[in-house]
Structure formats: structure tokens, C-alpha cells
């Protein structure tokens, strides 16, 4: 569908581009939520014990698990903490962000 | 109760002796709703109690949703709407009120679902008895609203409206008065099951809730794009006049009865036409009757269709007539009689400058009998102009 892009959003120009529902069209490709965070996840990865707690309750799926080993989008990544709180053997701390 | 009642046999039409709630589920059903959600409450219980049985014993196919409350009776419409379900609910005066917030979820988020509702009078004073007051609260939050006057048309009207729900992705409601049509049993043809699927194929939405095609719906829409949205509901509600008489006369041929936007009676050499809605409507006739016998030429526009209201076919009508006088079961506290504003504005810049008489009457249930429409009709004949914005007839003053 036609629209204008720019590095946050989609802008239609007329009413005739637009869904009539009100919906996303792809627009998380460009809105990174992760700019969005106060404090981030940085992952001790030689104490994870692979049990992949973070990957399952990451609520925006920002936790992916590569090589057996989990990895942070931070594109993504909101800074809730939620992964950092449920490590049973907490390997995640979450560490202030600087401009 | 029950039991056989609703054992739809196949292959042919079967005349049905039924209430008009019942009327509701028949529609719902032949109409294959998928999902129904809804809270019981006097005097809409009967058509979600036979729902449910029909769900349970498997006459209907359909996911049946208790829930707690009317808000989350329209909830859990919504939400099973938005993945492509067919979906009815029904309810009645306070719980449609309940529900008011969810209802412009689902016109603001072009969801098609179609609900019975069963015209209460607004408590308090409590009351179960019918007046209009509760629907037409219901006004502007971009539902359309037909008002039924019998059981038949109860039923043909919910398959209709399901066809022109799904067709501009804009949620119906379908009306009937309390216990004058809720509790009132009349012969019902029930259409063949095979002829409603003909008329009225699957739900197909263009966008749906599904894992094959993730989108988020119904999120924060910034002032680039929510007047666009709105723009785009008025466009497609202004089509639905259209798209109401083309499918009613579709709806002829394949079962005798046409589904329009008013139902006139007389009306051609009318010089006073009487304008009313819901069952008032057939009372209104017998008073025609009773004034053409006496060589008065009267006639009748009941309003079917209120939202869109029908600008065109009302204008078309009522400026052959002499004089208009609507009869609202309703009112607008401050203003007056909602249809008499309809009508009004309707007529608002026709060559003619037709007087229209707004009369109230009924309110809460009280009977609209022939007597009533006959005094309508006297005063109307008796004074060139309206001496107040609201005539009320039958009140103890």
C-alpha cells in the first residue's frame, strides 16, 4: 500500500490508502521501541545455565536464543526488567542507560 | 418451552409459531453465527436462552460465551469479530447502556456484529416495559438501527442484517419492542436453511486477528489518521440506503418479503401521514383504516431504518402530504421527540413547508392504542401549526 516512510512512521497521504480499520501496517518495522528504554539487560553469559526462563517471558519477544544461548534485540528491548527478575540463577542485571 | 421448537428440519420453509425473541435466535441462527456472547435480562432472556440450546444440542455450530455483564458480552463480540467469527449478541435498556463504550469499539473499529436489542424503558423509575429511550441513546455511536414491527420481520431482518453488516464492515442493531413483540407470538415462516446460505455466503473480512498476517488493531491513532477514520465510517454509512434496498429486493426474490428502509402504507394520496416506528406503526394503521372509511385520506410512514437515517425516501414521501405528524415512543430531554427532529431536518429546505406535528406518547410501556393515533389526528386536522414542540398524548397532566 502507498505511503510515505520515515524513520518512525507511516503517513498516508489520502483517506483511499488507508485500511478503514484502525490497524498497524508494518509500522514496528521502523518505530524501535527500544529507544523507549530506561535500563537494560546486559546477560553473564558464562553463569547461564541455558534454562531459556528470559526467552519465555520476555513480553515483546525481545529475547531470541541463539546457539542455545539467549540474545537481547535491543531494537526492541523496553528495559522492563521482567527477564533480569525471573533468572533463577540471576545472570541478568539491568544497568542504567547513558546517552 | 423449547425442546422441539427449534428443530429446524431441512430441505423447506416451515411456517413457526414464535415470539419475537425468539424471531432473534432464528435469525441468528439461519445466519450461522459463529460466536455468541451475552449477559441475560428481562425482556431479552428468551433469545439467548434458546441460543444457548441451540449451541448445546449442536442445531447451531456456534462458541456460546457467558459472561459476566453486557460490557463483556460486547467484549468478547468484538474480540471474536476481529478474527473473522460471525457474531451476535442481545440485550435490552441497562445493559445496553453497559455496553456503550464497547459499542463504538466496535463501529470505530469496523467490526460487523449484530445485536438484538429489546426496546426497555430507561430505569429509574424501574421498568421492563418498552419505550425507545434506551436504543436511540445509542444514537451516534455509528451502529446502524432497524426497527422491526412484527416477528417476521424480526427474522428476515437479522439475516439482512448481517449481509449488510459484513458487506461495509458496520455493526447492526436490530430492534423490537418489549413484550408488544419480545413476548407477543405470531406465525413466522422460517426460511430454508439452504436459500439463507445463497443470500448470505461466510464472513470474509478483508483484515483479520491471525498469526498469518500479525497486525495490531484498534492501537493509539495519532491526528494524522483518526479524522480519516471517522471520514471513512460517514462514507460507508452513506452508502448503506443503497445497499439496505438492494439486498431487500434480493432478499424478495428468494423469500417474498422485501426488506426496505420505511414500510409506507397509503401514503401516495396522503394529505396527513402519520409517522411512527416499531409496533406503534400497525396500530397507526388501523386508525388509517378507521379515518379512510370516514373519508379522510390518511396514510402511514413507519420508519424501519433509523440509522443512516433515510434522508431521500422520507423526503420523497412525506412532501406529497399536507400535513406530517410523528408519534415518538421517546424523547430528548431539553429538545424533543427524536424522530420528529429526524423528520424536521429531513424536511428542513423542501419546496412546501410541510408543518410537522411531534407528538409523544406511550413512554414506559403505556399502550399506543387507536384511540391514540385518532386524537393525533384531530389536533393535527384542528390547528394549522403545532402550538409546542411536544404534543404529548395519553399523559396525565
Redesign the interface.
Known sequence: MPKKKDAK?I??Q??DE????????GSMLYNKTGSWRNIRPEIRLEDCIQCGICWKFCPDMSIGIENELPVVDYDYCKGCGICAEECPVKCIVMVEERK | MPGEVHRHGGGTEMKKVMMGNHALSYGAMLSRAQVIAAYPITPQTQVVELLSEMCADKTLNAKFIKVESEHSAMAACIGASITGARTFTATSAQGLALMHELLHWASGGRLPVVMGNINRSMAPGWSIWTDQNDSLSERDTGWMQFYCASNQEVLDTVIQAFKVSEALAIPSMVVLDAFALSHTYEVVDVPDQAKVDEYLPPFKPPYRLTPDDPHAFNGLTSPEHYFELRYKLQKDMEKVPALIEETGREYEKLFGRYLGLVDDYLCDDAEIILVTSGTAGYTARVAVDELRGSGLKAGNLRMKVFRPFPFEVVQRILKRAKKVAVVDRNISYGHHGIFAQEVKSALYGQAGDIPVFGFIAGLGGRDITPASFLEVVDYTLSHDTPEDNILWIGVKK
Open positions: 512512521k503517513v498516508f489520502s483517506a488507508m485500511p478503514m480499520m484502525p490497524m498497524s501496517i
